[in-house]
């Protein structure tokens, strides 16, 4: 797959080096641990990553992506994060769609990720689109400290 449309105008397309500047100020944003730049840049040279971006039409912005790699026969998904002024339209479901897209292309068997428990929003996302809790992973995450949920999607 190299670009699917999207409503509402949203393209998905894989992460270039144009959208590194994007998603690194996205994740400062975001998260207590941010991926830099310079770690999103490393997933462009990795063979594993399969990075997808959500592109806005009008100034092809990044305003959003999913990280994940293919090992083996699995999908593990690192990342998944939309800009605030871009959430409630669907670019999340899109960007796992296309991560599920990219699954049955390869024949994965699974996707795989972990959440916050307090996640609710992503929570209700993945589980929203099919995936099953597996498990609890205690104390997985720091600053702060909290149990991490493992979701699994299964074909
Ligand atoms: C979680 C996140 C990626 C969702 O992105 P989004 O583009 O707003 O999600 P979508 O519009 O595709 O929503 C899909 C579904 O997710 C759920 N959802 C999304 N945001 C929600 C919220 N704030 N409260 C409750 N449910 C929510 C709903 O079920 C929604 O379906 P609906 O709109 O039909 O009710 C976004 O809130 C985000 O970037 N959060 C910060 C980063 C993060 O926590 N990433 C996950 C790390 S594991």
Known sequence: MDEISKPPGIIITKMQSVHLD??????RL??????????????????????????????????GYIGMHHILDEGAIANIVV???????GIAKALIA?????AEQNRLSRLTLEVRVSNLPAVALYEGMGFKRDGIRPDFYDSPKED???YSLYF
């Open 83 to 89: 800009h605030p002024d871009y959430r409630r339209i």
């Open 30 to 63: 975001t998260f207590s641990r941010p991926w830099s730049y310079d770690a999103l840049a490393e997933e462009l040279q990795n063979p594993l990553a399969v990075f997808f971006v959500a592109q806005s039409p009008k100034d092809k912005q990044a305003v």
């Open 148 to 150: 991490a949920a493992i």
């Open 22 to 27: 994007d998603l690194a100020q996205l994740e």
């Open 98 to 102: 296309a991560a599920v897209d990219y």
